[in-house]
């Protein structure tokens, strides 16, 4: 390698030589010739300008005396020759052409150089000179070059050759040194090992880079304890997240175990984390079908399902227990739980309560049965009526004295002439009492006014028929609501009276002012709707939509009032199947999808899609169909549930990498609880102090028992108080403190580096600690000794010593 690099630079030094020679020879050619040609140019200037070309023959004949001169001519102006020179042996027809101005004045060629210099006088051109060299001159010393540098190339190799042959020893050895220690390195994995540096050459370049990298791989094992504390900074972020979930979350090992029972489940269900077998979990937790009757079997719960590989998606529950003795609706989901190879591992399921949205869609449903069925009474009555005043004139008086309502006619100034029975029911007066007196004197004092008033606005704008309600006073001083048509009595443009029907409302007025305080109780559960509310009439367009349905999908109630739903709210790829379901339900009374919790994507005001739990109930209301959508924005449990799985992994692979790491550290590591019981701790701790963690018996850690502790000097008692170990326990933070470690049983001693860490909860209480121990007895006797070699070679060489 040393050859061929020698050899190498010697060539490039050597073409460089050659090139500098030929370029020196190149510029020195080109001042000589440009000198020569600038000279005739000045001594033909006269020549030229007397057009006397013997002169300026004679001047060219004087460059016989130049061997490499070829030929030389005197072009005038205008390019045409005026004087000539040809050495003998050349070509005497060779021409040249005029140059141009901004050619260059001299031009090499493989085996000529030509030069060119303008004649001029009072600073105006009057002729050229042009001049032709041959280079022979410069191919011999290209050749001596050459020759000289071949010569030169041998020699620099055989002398590299032989001075490579002679350092050759100088460094196979360490080289055989550095394979030496690799072996060993090998073979103990003692990473704390060095190469001997010795020099700056390659190789001790190699043996640094090489002590680097122990070096790395040293500071690798200090990060192993780091890499403890964030996989538990991990295992309490997800702690965290799951007990802070507002869903349910469940799971169980593959032997029907529960591992995980967070607050929320408990909530939901009424009952924490018990340990009983999968056979009783429907018994003990009151696991019913949504029929809320009949209890499921233990087979049919999502948990055990997904336990044997199945996924399920939604499934309706009743839950009632000693706890949640009215029970609660819930829907569930669970999956298998898999390892790398597809074994399952477990199983997780989450749920949510359901039973404010099933109470209601109840309550909606319920009251518009009684809405339906009032209306479907009352349009009943009326159309009875209208057909029976049609049948025939003749039971007009019989219909008018037998009917519920009261009928009464009056003269213009509203004073009765006829009324019929029905009114000592409606008033309490009879037929006779009310005769002759105005019909005004039955309203209730405060509406009297407003009554006259609607009457006169009658009178004056000669309205045909009227329809107004107002209270009146009854014989006993009640109070009822009556509803009261009018309609004017005319001969010929001039009104003589009234004919009126009055019915009595009060039951009426009374419902619809409790469907009025139904109807805003409804109203608030349908604003304070944690999800989104949206109402659609068989057409599939909105009629209703709450505030949550606002901030869900970004449309205000204006901008969706009257529209298709699918349109605004649903995907592309989802809207014609889903509305074709609706219509279907329309024409069947069936569709899968109806009074079913379905997830699909929707669709917001800004066009993007997120995941949404979709359910419609249907109802229906003076014999068409409404629906009630109910929808909930899931793109976030979503998002926590893939982020669960993902956590739930990486949880897994850290415990498995935590593992390897600890067996593999060349630090021992030791973790207490509070009552300094081991926790965990690796081969190396139980290598460095003799103590390890016992699977079945804690083992309490307490060195000042088995050791004698000191401070480096070897005398001073270290205090057992000041571990770090025992000050992580008090929340305080120690780097590498030297302690020496004395056994009275064996008379050894051990000189160790000890850090200690403090592992605190989410309140910032210390739960456990964590301790590093580097032994470091060795690296200290090597010290010694280093220090001992250092003074005796100071002293053999001449120095003095510093010691007094």
Same mark, same amino acid.
């Given at each position: 390698?040393?050859?061929?690099?020698?050899?190498?630079?010697?060539?490039?030094?050597?073409?460089?030589?050659?090139?500098?020679?030929?370029?020196?020879?190149?510029?020195?050619?080109?001042?000589?010739?440009?000198?020569?040609?600038?000279?005739?140019?000045?001594?033909?200037?006269?020549?030229?300008?007397?057009?006397?070309?013997?002169?300026?023959?004679?001047?060219?004949?004087?460059?016989?005396?130049?061997?490499?001169?070829?030929?030389?001519?005197?072009?005038?102006?205008?390019?045409?020759?005026?004087?000539?020179?040809?050495?003998?042996?050349?070509?005497?027809?060779?021409?040249?052409?005029?140059?141009?101005?901004?050619?260059?004045?001299?031009?090499?060629?493989?085996?000529?150089?030509?030069?060119?210099?303008?004649?001029?006088?009072?600073?105006?051109?009057?002729?050229?000179?042009?001049?032709?060299?041959?280079?022979?001159?410069?191919?011999?010393?290209?050749?001596?070059?050459?020759?000289?540098?071949?010569?030169?190339?041998?020699?620099?190799?055989?002398?590299?050759?032989?001075?490579?042959?002679?350092?050759?020893?100088? !460094?196979?050895?360490?080289?055989?040194?550095?394979?030496?220690?690799?072996?060993?390195?090998?073979?103990?994995?003692?990473?704390? /090992?060095?190469?001997?540096?010795? =020099?700056?050459?390659?190789?001790?370049?190699?043996?640094?880079?090489?002590?680097?990298?122990?070096?790395?791989?040293?500071?690798?094992?200090?990060?192993?304890?780091?890499?403890? =504390? $964030?996989?538990?900074?991990?295992?309490?972020?997800?702690?965290?997240?799951?007990?802070?979930? =507002?869903? =349910?979350?469940?799971?169980?090992?593959?032997?029907?175990?529960?591992?995980?029972?967070?607050?929320?489940?408990?909530?939901?269900?009424?009952?924490?984390?018990?340990?009983?077998?999968?056979?009783?979990?429907?018994?003990?937790?009151?696991?019913?079908?949504?029929?809320?009757?009949?209890?499921?079997?233990?087979?049919?719960?999502?948990?055990?399902?997904?336990?044997?590989?199945?996924?399920?998606?939604?499934?309706?529950?009743?839950?009632?227990?000693?706890?949640? @003795?009215?029970?609660?609706?819930?829907?569930?989901?669970?999956?298998?739980?898999?390892?790398?190879?597809?074994?399952?591992?477990?199983?997780?399921?989450?749920?949510?309560?359901? @039973?404010? *949205?099933?109470?209601?869609?109840?309550?909606?449903?319920?009251?518009?049965?009684?809405?339906?069925?009032?209306?479907?009474?009352?349009?009943?009555?009326?159309?009875?009526?209208?057909?029976?005043?049609?049948?025939?004139?003749?039971?007009?008086?019989?219909?008018?004295?037998?009917?519920?309502?009261?009928?009464?006619?009056?003269?213009?100034?509203?004073?009765? @002439?006829?009324?019929?029975?029905?009114?000592?029911?409606?008033?309490?007066?009879?037929?006779?009492?009310?005769?002759?007196?105005?019909?005004?004197?039955?309203?209730?004092?405060?509406?009297?006014?407003?009554?006259?008033?609607?009457?006169?606005?009658?009178?004056?704008?000669?309205?045909?028929?009227?329809?107004?309600?107002?209270?009146?006073?009854?014989?006993?001083?009640?109070?009822?609501?009556?509803?009261?048509?009018?309609?004017?009595?005319?001969?010929?443009?001039? /009104?003589?009276?009234?004919?009126?029907?009055?019915?009595?409302?009060?039951?009426?007025?009374?419902?619809?002012?409790?469907?009025?305080?139904?109807?805003?109780?409804? $109203?608030?559960?349908?604003?304070?709707?944690?999800?989104?509310?949206?109402?659609?009439?068989?057409?599939?367009?909105?009629?209703?939509?709450?505030?949550?349905?606002?901030?869900?999908?970004?449309?205000?109630?204006?901008?969706?009032?009257?529209?298709?739903?699918?349109?605004?709210?649903?995907?592309?790829?989802?809207?014609?199947?889903?509305?074709?379901?609706?219509?279907?339900?329309?024409?069947?009374?069936?569709?899968?999808?109806?009074?079913?919790?379905?997830?699909?994507?929707?669709?917001?005001?800004?066009?993007?899609?997120?995941?949404?739990?979709?359910?419609?109930?249907?109802?229906?209301?003076?014999?068409?169909?409404?629906?009630?959508?109910?929808?909930?924005?899931?793109?976030?449990?979503?998002?926590?549930?893939?982020?669960?799985?993902?956590?739930?992994?990486?949880?897994?692979?850290?415990?498995?990498?935590?593992?390897? !790491?600890?067996?593999?550290?060349?630090?021992?590591?030791?973790?207490?609880?509070? $009552?300094?019981?081991?926790?965990?701790?690796?081969?190396?701790?139980?290598?460095?102090?003799?103590?390890?963690?016992?699977?079945?018996?804690?083992?309490?850690?307490?060195?000042?028992?088995?050791?004698?502790?000191?401070?480096?000097?070897?005398? @001073?008692?270290?205090?057992?108080?000041?571990?770090?170990?025992?000050?992580?326990?008090?929340?305080?933070?120690?780097?590498?403190?030297?302690?020496?470690?004395?056994?009275?049983?064996?008379?050894?001693?051990?000189?160790?580096?000890?850090?200690? *860490?403090?592992?605190?909860?989410?309140?910032?209480?210390?739960?456990?600690?964590?301790?590093?121990?580097?032994?470091?007895?060795?690296?200290?006797?090597?010290?010694?000794?280093?220090?001992?070699?250092?003074?005796?070679?100071?002293?053999?060489?001449?120095?003095?010593?510093?010691?007094?």
């Amino acid at each position: 390698m040393q050859v061929f690099t020698s050899a190498f630079v010697l060539g490039i030094c050597i073409a460089a030589f050659v090139i500098i020679n030929i370029k020196g020879f190149k510029d020195r050619k080109v001042v000589s010739s440009t000198a020569i040609a600038q000279v005739i140019g000045f001594n033909s200037a006269s020549a030229i300008d007397f057009l006397d070309n013997a002169a300026a023959e004679k001047i060219l004949s004087e460059l016989k005396v130049q061997n490499d001169i070829l030929n030389a001519v005197i072009l005038d102006k205008n390019g045409k020759a005026f004087a000539s020179y040809t050495k003998p042996g050349s070509d005497p027809t060779y021409k040249f052409s005029v140059p141009e101005m901004n050619q260059n004045k001299s031009l090499f060629t493989s085996q000529h150089l030509f030069v060119y210099s303008e004649i001029k006088k009072d600073n105006e051109t009057i002729g050229y000179v042009c001049i032709r060299f041959e280079l022979t001159e410069l191919s011999r010393i290209k050749m001596d070059v050459l020759s000289l540098g071949v010569i030169l190339l041998l020699l620099g190799i055989g002398l590299a050759f032989l001075i490579a042959m002679i350092i050759k020893k100088y !460094i196979s050895k360490p080289i055989l040194n550095l394979i030496d220690i690799t072996q060993k390195i090998k073979e103990t994995a003692d990473y704390k /090992i060095r190469m001997t540096v010795e =020099g700056k050459d390659e190789i001790s370049v190699l043996a640094s880079g090489f002590n680097d990298m122990l070096e790395n791989i040293e500071k690798r094992d200090n990060e192993v304890a780091k890499s403890k =504390g $964030q996989l538990d900074e991990q295992n309490t972020l997800l702690q965290s997240v799951i007990q802070n979930m =507002g869903d =349910g979350l469940v799971v169980s090992d593959e032997n029907g175990k529960f591992i995980i029972w967070n607050p929320a489940s408990e909530k939901i269900i009424g009952i924490g984390l018990l340990d009983i077998p999968e056979e009783k979990w429907a018994d003990t937790y009151g696991v019913y079908w949504p029929d809320t009757k009949i209890r499921m079997n233990t087979n049919d719960l999502p948990l055990v399902k997904a336990i044997h590989g199945e996924d399920v998606d939604d499934m309706e529950l009743f839950i009632q227990n000693y706890r949640k @003795t009215e029970g609660n609706f819930v829907i569930m989901s669970a999956r298998p739980l898999k390892d790398s190879t597809g074994k399952i591992t477990g199983a997780v399921a989450v749920f949510h309560d359901i @039973t404010e *949205r099933k109470n209601s869609e109840n309550l909606i449903k319920k009251l518009n049965e009684e809405l339906e069925k009032k209306v479907t009474e009352r349009t009943a009555q009326l159309a009875e009526a209208i057909e029976t005043l049609q049948t025939s004139e003749e039971k007009y008086r019989e219909i008018v004295e037998n009917t519920s309502d009261v009928v009464h006619t009056t003269d213009y100034k509203g004073n009765v @002439t006829y009324i019929n029975p029905a009114c000592e029911k409606l008033t309490g007066y009879t037929q006779k009492e009310l005769t002759g007196t105005n019909i005004s004197d039955l309203v209730a004092p405060e509406w009297r006014e407003r009554v006259n008033e609607f009457y006169l606005n009658q009178f004056k704008h000669k309205i045909d028929e009227t329809l107004f309600a107002f209270p009146i006073i009854t014989k006993s001083r009640t109070q009822k609501w009556v509803e009261q048509t009018v309609k004017q009595l005319r001969e010929g443009n001039r /009104i003589t009276g009234h004919k009126s029907i009055m019915r009595d409302i009060t039951d009426r007025k009374t419902a619809e002012q409790k469907l009025k305080e139904s109807e805003g109780q409804l $109203q608030t559960i349908f604003n304070e709707a944690p999800d989104a509310l949206i109402v659609i009439n068989e057409e599939g367009n909105i009629i209703r939509w709450n505030p949550k349905a606002e901030k869900i999908f970004g449309w205000s109630l204006a901008e969706v009032l009257g529209k298709p739903m699918t349109d605004l709210i649903i995907p592309e790829q989802h809207r014609e199947s889903l509305a074709k379901e609706f219509k279907t339900f329309v024409l069947t009374g069936k569709s899968p999808i109806i009074n079913k919790t379905i997830q699909i994507t929707g669709l917001n005001k800004n066009g993007l899609e997120f995941d949404i739990e979709f359910t419609a109930s249907p109802a229906r209301i003076l014999g068409s169909y409404i629906f009630i959508a109910f929808i909930k924005d899931i793109s976030e449990s979503k998002k926590m549930e893939n982020q669960k799985i993902e956590a739930d992994r990486l949880v897994r692979q850290n415990e498995l990498k935590l593992k390897l !790491i600890l067996e593999n550290i060349g630090e021992g590591i030791i973790v207490t609880d509070t $009552q300094k019981r081991i926790v965990l701790s690796n081969h190396m701790a139980e290598e460095i102090i003799g103590i390890k963690q016992d699977s079945e018996i804690p083992t309490t850690l307490d060195w000042s028992a088995e050791y004698e502790l000191y401070y480096p000097d070897e005398k @001073t008692i270290f205090p057992a108080q000041n571990l770090p170990l025992d000050k992580a326990l008090r929340g305080e933070s120690t780097d590498d403190v030297e302690i020496i470690i004395a056994n009275p049983e064996t008379n050894t001693k051990k000189r160790v580096l000890i850090s200690g *860490r403090p592992i605190v909860d989410e309140n910032n209480y210390v739960i456990a600690a964590v301790a590093n121990i580097k032994d470091i007895t060795s690296y200290k006797q090597l010290e010694v000794a280093l220090e001992e070699s250092e003074k005796k070679y100071r002293k053999l060489i001449g120095f003095k010593s510093d010691e007094k």
